[in-house]
């Protein structure tokens, strides 16, 4: 299984709402990515974690707070977001850190109103 | 720093012509060289990577890309442009060895195929 998913694929919200993005990988990897993505723009790195543990966060305003609760899952929760945080979310993971490859979910098309 | 420069936003070829799609890199330590394809609506897919190994590196869909020290290039070809095609492009740049696990992406091409 060479995979990562993610979900939900869309997810609208308003700017009190609290939500969650959830990004599996089954392939044993130890390190696991948040970028952003805005229209035709690159992604940005968000987090990283290695080991579980919060390795990287790329100066991101605490209204994102990720979350690590095992080898397999990486979650992103949502709380008071503004309309520019609307984006396409990815997750992104690789053997472990020192690895350079990294494999990518589809995404999830974040909007807030 | 690391950094990756593609030049052209946009790039329009007609069905079976050749494809070309630029990228130089900056490293200071030899690099890793990456391409991804992101179709519309979609995550990113790895299309080939440059690792230190051979220098012409082939891809999937017909995609092959050559890496260039003297150049700093890592250019990606597709002899003849199908519809399917039509996507944008991300080189992308990761220390060899690096502990952060950090890749660094260009602004993107995007590939317009016509009829």
């Known amino acids: 299984d060479t995979e990562v998913t993610q979900t939900p694929k869309h997810l609208v919200m308003g700017m009190t709402n609290k939500k969650s993005l959830k990004c599996e990988q089954h392939m044993g990897h130890r390190a696991m990515y948040w970028y952003k993505q805005k229209a035709k723009k690159p992604p940005e790195l968000m987090f990283v974690y290695s080991y579980e543990k919060l390795s990287i966060n790329e100066s991101v305003p605490s209204r994102f707070s990720p979350e690590c609760p095992n080898s397999s899952l990486l979650n992103l929760h949502l709380h008071a977001l503004q309309p520019e945080d609307s984006a396409l979310y990815l997750c992104?993971?690789?053997?472990?850190?020192?690895?350079?490859?990294?494999?990518f979910g589809p995404g999830t098309r974040l909007t807030v109103t | 720093a690391q950094s990756v420069t593609q030049l052209g936003s946009h790039v329009s070829v007609s069905e079976g012509a050749l494809v070309l799609l630029r990228c130089n890199y900056s490293s200071s330590v030899p690099p890793y060289l990456f391409w991804y394809v992101q179709y519309p609506n979609q995550g990113l897919q790895l299309l080939l990577k440059y690792t230190s190994a051979a220098t012409l590196v082939k891809g999937i869909n017909g995609f092959e890309a050559e890496f260039k020290k003297s150049e700093t290039s890592f250019h990606l070809t597709k002899p003849s442009a199908h519809m399917s095609d039509a996507a944008e492009y991300f080189c992308a740049v990761s220390e060899s060895g690096g502990s952060q696990g950090n890749l660094i992406f260009g602004k993107g091409t995007k590939l317009s195929v016509k009829p």
């Open positions: 992104a993971s690789s053997q472990d850190l020192g690895a350079v490859e990294q494999y």
